[in-house]
């Protein structure tokens, strides 16, 4: 007999030992200027585990009061990092629960006696997070892929050692975001005393740990808050409406008198463009350098930067490096729109993913992963299934690659009150924190839900309407996968996103199917909600190196004649006027739970874990640029898929 427990784990000790509030604002991103300093806690970090069927002991021991080292062993752990992958213990990787880590840091002295206010910021913490200080309960969060902020002027010692601990854990439930449940194995003749797996229902690893980079910062006691800049064209000027919040410390909040904003519009040369004064308002930039994406334009990603200052009467002047991409978005009933002209998607999905690192930020593996994007053509992708990090953001801002922002409600199911209100607050957080940025040019609010379901009719009603309340701006939709006839959220969406493995979940082996499948469908949900129409995910696995000729399904020419196929139906639906876009289904491949349907991982990539391309890569790059009227030169198009050129109309 098997239990599925919806609470488990140590999940309710959130409560223990803690008493701060819950962390909903990350705060603007780290960036120093004349009034910021910024230093960075990244790096190797001490770790344990809290015991399996002990959950609660690091809370009852409390570890947080001091370092760990001093009540028992620990070990190294990189931050930033997923734990899961870095050594070579199974307890590790598998761990379901709570993880500690701690290390000391020092404060200067100059940083009090100069009265600046001291800002903690973590990038994310998956999933569950409490963060101490010193020993006290600083502030926590639930959810594992947006930003955690506070405010540690009081909570530290200057000049001498200070303690930071975090306690994670990355149960999921069914009313948290991803959900998921604990399954407790209750039969004793086929498992020991205690035993319980982790269940969730979407198709990747479930890392945990310190994914993103800690930063300690300084501002002064009034100090922006937060930036507001949404843009538009007139013609060839562009304009920049902005509204800045500012704050000041508690003590002195009562006497915040004579604040005043001012605003420097510099090109991305730096040099100076235009000025305004006024902490709200607009600003009219003359013949200005818009925002194109990738290969609509000569020059792609043009960002302006902002120079936003706040002072008050005692002369206290904050600076903040606002970057912004003037261009405006658009939409209707067939089309999407960039700066006046109908745009059309050609990108992938992908996954925060990589060897040893898991969903840790990696520099390196970041501008490889643009320099391929930019190397097939692509010109966007979208956050599947979760909000990334706000580095990979910051590229493709300046990249020119656009963005499907999709939170992580991924797979839902049962869509109650409570699991509705947090995944409002998902939502709002996540256009909060990446609202000014150009390259998000639309909201996705899930994937794959179980929209079939009657409850999801005004569950998506709502949060799609929530969404909007926070950003009017751009389009909002959820990527679907359950018949259109069943389907309870297309009606709420802007634009219509659709996942289909046509000749691979089903006829598999049947790739002459694929194109009047693919025009059919998608031409029907155009006609039942009369918005415009994208492909989401398609694709097929390729084991790299295995090859048959005719085609068989697992090799890569499966995976590069599938995409062909495919190819043929897109061309179709875009002469039709109403599809709007393509993204395959995956950029690299990536790991998942184990499972005999998965050989060590999704291996629907077009390019190996480690970015090496298949077959399929290829392929796709030859498509794109001839979809972006982009010819290549005959020494860039690989021996590989040559007769798939002469065989099909595509090429």
Same mark, same amino acid.
């Given at each position: 007999?098997?239990?599925?427990t919806?609470?488990a784990l140590?999940i !309710? ?6 008493h701060?509030?819950?962390?909903s604002? $990350? ?9 910021r300093e910024v230093?960075s806690?990244?790096?190797l970090?001490n ?9 609660d002991?690091?809370?009852?021991e409390?570890?947080y009061?001091?370092?760990?080292c001093k009540?028992?062993?620990v070990?190294?752990?990189?931050v930033?990092?997923?734990?899961n992958?870095?050594t070579q213990d ?5 761990h379901i ?5 701690d ?11 100069d009265?600046l206010r001291?800002v ?8 569950n997070?409490?963060?101490?200080l ?7 969060h639930?959810g ?14 200057y000049?001498k050692e200070?303690?930071?601990?975090v306690?994670i854990?990355?149960?999921?439930t ?6 998921g ?13 205690g035993?319980?797996?982790q269940?969730?229902n979407f ?6 740990g310190l994914?993103?980079?800690v ?14 800049v949404?843009?538009d064209?007139?013609g060839?000027?562009?304009?920049i ?6 704050s000041?410390?508690q ?6 008198l004579?604040v005043?904003?001012?605003i ?5 040369k730096?040099d100076h ?7 709200? $308002?607009?600003?009219?930039v003359?013949?200005?350098s818009l925002w ?6 000569e ?6 930067t902002?120079?936003?200052?706040? /002072?008050?009467e ?6 903040y490096?606002?970057?912004v991409?003037?261009r ?11 700066n006046n002209?109908p745009m059309?998607?050609?990108?992938? $999905? ?7 690192r ?11 992963d ?7 053509g692509?010109?966007?992708f979208?956050t ?11 590229m493709?801002d300046?990249?020119?690659i ?6 992580p ?6 869509f109650?009150e409570?699991l509705?209100?947090?995944h409002?607050?998902v939502m709002?957080e996540?256009?909060r924190?990446d ?5 998000v ?6 994937n794959e ?6 409850a999801?009719k005004?569950?998506?009603s709502?949060?799609?309407?929530a969404?909007k ?8 939709t959820?990527?679907?996968n ?5 389907d309870?959220?297309?009606? /709420?969406?802007? !634009?219509?996103?659709v996942?289909?493995y ?13 194109k009047?499948?693919t025009?059919t469908?998608? /031409?029907?949900w155009h006609?039942?909600?009369n918005?415009?129409?994208?492909i989401?995910?398609y694709?097929a ?6 090859h048959m000729d ?5 090799t890569?020419?499966y995976?590069a004649?599938l995409m !062909?196929q495919?190819?043929?139906a897109?061309?179709e639906?875009?002469?039709?006027g109403?599809?709007v876009?393509?993204?395959i ?7 998942t739970?184990?499972g005999?349907?998965r050989?060590?991982?999704?291996k629907k990539g ?9 077959m399929?890569a ?5 498509h ?19 007769s798939l050129?002469?065989?099909?109309n595509?090429?």
């Amino acid at each position: 007999m098997e239990t599925w427990t919806v609470v488990a784990l140590g999940i !309710v000790t959130l409560a223990v030992g803690t008493h701060a509030k819950d962390n909903s604002w $990350g705060g603007l991103y780290p960036r120093e200027s004349a009034s910021r300093e910024v230093r960075s806690l990244d790096g190797l970090w001490n770790f344990r585990l809290s015991p399996l069927h002990d959950p609660d002991k690091g809370f009852r021991e409390e570890w947080y009061a001091q370092p760990m080292c001093k009540t028992g062993p620990v070990i190294s752990m990189a931050v930033p990092s997923s734990y899961n992958d870095v050594t070579q213990d199974k307890a590790l990787r598998d761990h379901i629960g709570w993880a500690w880590y701690d290390r000391t840091f020092y404060v200067p002295t100059r940083w009090q006696s100069d009265n600046l206010r001291v800002v903690l910021r973590l990038g994310s913490a998956h999933y569950n997070s409490i963060i101490y200080l010193n020993g006290e309960a600083l502030t926590s969060h639930e959810g594992g892929h947006l930003p955690i902020m506070a405010e540690i002027t009081k909570g530290v010692v200057y000049g001498k050692e200070n303690l930071i601990t975090v306690a994670i854990n990355n149960t999921l439930t069914p009313e948290t975001i991803p959900q998921g449940s604990i399954i407790h194995h209750n039969d004793s003749t086929r498992y020991p005393p205690g035993y319980f797996t982790q269940s969730y229902n979407f198709d990747f690893t479930n890392y945990a740990g310190l994914h993103r980079p800690v930063y300690i910062y300084t501002t002064p006691q009034t100090y922006i808050d937060d930036i507001l800049v949404t843009t538009d064209i007139d013609g060839k000027d562009g304009i920049i409406t902005y509204n800045v919040t500012y704050s000041t410390s508690q003590e002195e909040s009562q006497h915040l008198l004579g604040v005043g904003c001012s605003i420097k519009v510099l090109n991305n040369k730096g040099d100076h463009v235009t000025s305004a004064m006024g902490c709200y $308002g607009s600003i009219l930039v003359t013949n200005a350098s818009l925002w194109w994406p990738y290969l609509m334009a000569e020059e792609s990603g043009y960002m302006y930067t902002l120079l936003v200052a706040v /002072s008050d009467e005692t002369g206290r002047l904050d600076i903040y490096p606002q970057k912004v991409g003037i261009r405006a978005v658009g939409w209707n009933s067939t089309t999407l729109t960039i700066n006046n002209r109908p745009m059309y998607l050609r990108g992938c $999905g992908k996954h925060e993913d990589a060897d040893i690192r898991g969903k840790g930020l990696d520099y390196p593996l970041v501008v490889k992963d643009f320099s391929l994007l930019k190397w097939l053509g692509a010109n966007s992708f979208r956050t599947s299934h979760y909000p990334y990090a706000e580095e990979i953001m910051d590229m493709a801002d300046q990249e020119g690659i656009m963005i499907v922002d999709e939170s992580p409600a991924v797979g839902l199911s049962g869509f109650g009150e409570t699991l509705m209100n947090k995944h409002i607050s998902v939502m709002k957080e996540l256009v909060r924190r990446d609202k000014n940025r150009p390259s998000v040019i639309m909201w996705s609010v899930g994937n794959e839900p179980q929209s079939n379901q009657a409850a999801a009719k005004d569950y998506f009603s709502k949060v799609v309407s929530a969404t909007k309340s926070e950003d009017s701006s751009r389009p909002v939709t959820c990527v679907l996968n359950r018949p259109k006839e069943k389907d309870q959220a297309g009606r /709420s969406l802007d !634009v219509i996103l659709v996942n289909r493995y046509y000749s691979w979940y089903g006829d598999t082996g049947h790739l002459e199917v694929i194109k009047l499948q693919t025009v059919t469908e998608f /031409s029907e949900w155009h006609a039942l909600h009369n918005k415009p129409v994208m492909i989401s995910e398609y694709g097929a696995g390729s084991i790299p190196g295995f090859h048959m000729d005719p085609a068989f399904t697992w090799t890569e020419e499966y995976q590069a004649e599938l995409m !062909v196929q495919n190819f043929e139906a897109f061309d179709e639906l875009r002469s039709r006027g109403y599809f709007v876009g393509e993204m395959i289904w995956n950029f690299a491949d990536f790991a998942t739970p184990q499972g005999h349907t998965r050989a060590a991982g999704n291996k629907k990539g077009i390019f190996t874990r480690n970015r090496q391309p298949k077959m399929a890569a290829h392929v796709l790059r030859y498509h794109y640029h001839k979809v972006a009227n982009i010819s290549l030169i005959a020494d860039q198009i690989p021996l590989c898929f040559t007769s798939l050129m002469s065989e099909n109309n595509d090429f």
